[in-house]
C-alpha cells in the first residue's frame, strides 16, 4: 500500500483566495482565473511523532554539553517511557510543473501537471529497547519495524459545479504516472541474546516496483547488488478526488459545510519484485555500546538503520504486475461568518488518511481574516496523530500577480542546526501565480 497522495497547505482550506483550494476540496471555486509559474507551488513537509529531545540528554562531561540515548549515563526506563509505542517519521514534496484555474458558467475548471514524492518510517518502542538495554534480555519479540515509499506524476483535470446558489459539488480526475513503490514491514522478530552469539528468526513481507523494465542484479542469497535502468513510460494508474460544499445563508446566516475525499486511486506496475525474509534463524552481532565521545547523531542513526535490515534478513524475488493504492483522505469542514464583521469567520477542519500502516488524523481550529479585498490571513490550532500544531498561511491574491506561502506546522524551538527539538513537525508550503 502506497504511503501518501497528494498535498497541498491545509491551512489555506478556508480562504476564499487561495488557488489550491480544489485540491483539498473539488466543489471549492477559485476567485480568478490563473496560470501557475513552472515549479511556481510547492509544499514540503516532516512529521514525526518523537524529536531530538527524545534522543539527546545532557552530559556536561568531557568537555560535552549532550549524549545520545545510547550512553550509558542514560536510564533505559527514563528514555523507553518518553518514547510512544511506535515511532513514525513521514516526509512528502509535492512540485507542480503547471496548473490552470478558469472559470466557466456554472462553475470552475482547473488544470494541473504535478510530481509527488513520499517517504514513512516506522520503529515500534522493543526496537529501541534492544538497541538500549542489549543483553540484559535474553528474549525479545516484536513486529511493525517498517518502511515504505512511493513517487509519481499527477494529471489532473477538476471541475466545481454550483447546483444550486447553497450547493457546489465538485470532481477531479488524475492520470497517474508511476515512478517508483517500494514497502517493507517487519511482520514478526523473536530473539534470542546470550554473551557468546545472538540469533534471531524474523518474518518480513514488502513489495518493489519501479519506473520502466528496471531490474535488480541479485546476489546468492537474493539481496540486491546491482541496479539496471530502462525508462519508459509504462506504470499508470488512475485517481478520484469528490467534494461538496453547502451554504446553509437560505436556513441561518453565517455558517457553511463542506466535505471532500481525495486520493481515491492506484497505480499498476508491469513489473515488481516480492521482498520476504529467510526463514532460517541467523547469527546477528546486535548493536553495542556507543562511545559518548562520539557524538556524530548521523553516524548513530545510520548504525541503527543497518541493523535494523540486517534483522530483517531480507531476499528479493522477481514477480509479475502490480497494483499499489493512494492512501485516501476525508475531510469535513465547518466555517462560520462573524456576525459583527464579515470579513472575519471561525472555521473548524477534520481530516483522517486512511491508511494500515500509517494511519493519521487531524482536528484544527481555524481564525481567518480578509482586511482588504486582496489580503487573507489565517492561524490554527489543533492536535494530531503527530501532536500538538500551529498552522498559518499569508495570501496575497490581487488580479496580476498572486503570492502565498504558510506552515502547517510550525516550529517554534530548534536546534543550532535548525532542526525542532521536540517533535520533528515542520512544513512550508509557497506559490507565484499570474491571476487575470
Known amino acids: 500500500m502506497a504511503p501518501l497522495g497528494a498535498q497541498t497547505l491545509t491551512s489555506g482550506y478556508f480562504l476564499e483566495g487561495n488557488s489550491l483550494r480544489p485540491w483539498l476540496n473539488p466543489a471549492f471555486e477559485g476567485e480568478h482565473n490563473y496560470i501557475a509559474f513552472p515549479l511556481g507551488n510547492v509544499t514540503l513537509g516532516v512529521n514525526s511523532n518523537v524529536g531530538v529531545s527524545n534522543f539527546l540528554y545532557p552530559y556536561n562531561r568531557d568537555g560535552y554539553a549532550l549524549t545520545t540515548f545510547m550512553s550509558s549515563t542514560v536510564d533505559a526506563n527514563e528514555f523507553l517511557n518518553a518514547l510512544p509505542q511506535q515511532t513514525r517519521i513521514d516526509e512528502h514534496l509535492d512540485l507542480t510543473l503547471m496548473a490552470i484555474g478558469a472559470k466557466t458558467k456554472n462553475g470552475y475548471n482547473t488544470f494541473n501537471v504535478s510530481l509527488h514524492e513520499g517517504l514513512g518510517f516506522f520503529m515500534p ?54 515512478i517508483g513503490s517500494a514497502s517493507v514491514v517487519l511482520d514478526k522478530l523473536n530473539m534470542n541474546l546470550n554473551e557468546t552469539s545472538w540469533t534471531a528468526e524474523a518474518q518480513a513481507t514488502g513489495r518493489l516496483a519501479l519506473i520502466g523494465n528496471t531490474k535488480l542484479t541479485l546476489d546468492e542469497d537474493g539481496f540486491p547488488e546491482d541496479i539496471q535502468f530502462s525508462p519508459s513510460i509504462n506504470s499508470f494508474g488512475l485517481g478520484l478526488d469528490l467534494g461538496a460544499e453547502y451554504n446553509m445563508g ?30 532460517a534463524a541467523f547469527e546477528y552481532t546486535g548493536l553495542g555500546e556507543i562511545d559518548p565521545d562520539n557524538m556524530n547523531i548521523e553516524e548513530q542513526v545510520s548504525e541503527i538503520g543497518e541493523s535494523a535490515l540486517d534483522l530483517m534478513n531480507l531476499y528479493f524475488q522477481p514477480e509479475g504486475k502490480h497494483s499499489t493504492k493512494l492512501s485516501p483522505m476525508f475531510r469535513l469542514g465547518a466555517d462560520y461568518k462573524m456576525p459583527f464583521w464579515d470579513k472575519m469567520s471561525a472555521s473548524l477542519l477534520y481530516t483522517k488518511r486512511f491508511d494500515k ?17 486582496f489580503l487573507e490571513l489565517t492561524a490554527n490550532v489543533g492536535a494530531s496523530t503527530y501532536g500538538t500544531e500551529f498552522g498559518w498561511m499569508f495570501n496575497l491574491h490581487p488580479k496580476g500577480v498572486q503570492l502565498f506561502f504558510g506552515s502547517d506546522f510550525a516550529v517554534f524551538k530548534v536546534t543550532p542546526q535548525y532542526v525542532p527539538v521536540n517533535k520533528l513537525n ?6 507565484l501565480n499570474i491571476a487575470f
Not at 486520493?263 to 519484485?273: M, N, R
Not at 500502516?357 to 479585498?373: E, M, Q
Request: charged share 20%; net charge neutral; with cysteine.
Open 357 to 373: 500502516l500509517t494511519p493519521y488524523s487531524d482536528g484544527r481550529l481555524f481564525v481567518n481574516i480578509a482586511p482588504l479585498p
Open 125 to 178: 518502542k522493543e526496537f529501541f529497547e534492544l538497541a538500549k538495554r542489549g543483553l540484559s534480555k535474553e528474549t525479545y519479540s516484536f513486529s511493525g519495524l517498517g518502511a515504505k515509499a512511493q513517487a509519481y506524476g499527477d494529471i489532473a483535470f477538476g471541475h466545481s459545479h454550483r447546483v444550486t446558489d447553497n450547493l457546489k459539488i465538485g470532481g477531479r480526475a488524475h492520470l497517474l504516472l508511476g
Open 426 to 431: 515542520a512544513s512550508l508550503c509557497m506559490g
Open 250 to 279: 437560505n436556513l441561518v446566516d453565517g455558517p457553511s459545510l463542506s466535505m471532500a475525499l481525495t486520493d481515491l486511486g492506484f497505480v499498476k506496475w508491469p513489473t515488481s519484485y516480492a521482498i520476504g525474509s529467510h526463514e
